[in-house]
């Protein structure tokens, strides 16, 4: 069984700084590259930043190029987000899923609020 376990979200001020954490299992990680995506309320979900299988290839969406690092554990099947220099607009529900993605399998994601 497929599953992806999102955490290490929470309430931070602009310009601070979070790392998302995706433990994955259920398909052997090594083999896939993986993504995390975000929505934010009102809005459709979106892709934020990819990496490659073996971790050298890496994309990011334009809002978040600089600012955002994707990563990857393979031996803990886990797969990071560190979000520096976050902003208001950075603020929505995080989900990380596996390239390609699983509709059936997304995981309850990690929540994100940048607030002053």
């Known amino acids: 069984q497929v599953q992806f376990v999102e955490s290490g979200g929470g309430l931070v001020q602009p310009g601070g700084s979070l790392r998302l954490s995706c433990s994955v299992s259920g398909f052997t990680f090594s083999m896939y590259a993986m993504s995390w995506y975000r929505q934010a309320p009102g809005k459709e979900r979106e892709l934020v930043a990819r990496i490659g299988s073996t971790g050298a290839y890496t994309n990011y969406a334009d809002s978040v190029k600089g600012r955002f690092t994707v990563s990857r554990d393979d031996a803990e099947d886990m797969v990071y987000l560190q979000m520096n220099s976050l902003k208001p607009e950075d603020s929505a529900v995080y989900y990380c899923?596996?390239?390609?993605?699983?509709?059936?399998?997304w995981g309850q994601g990690t929540r994100v609020t940048v607030s002053s």
């Open positions: 899923n596996k390239v390609p993605e699983l509709s059936y399998a």
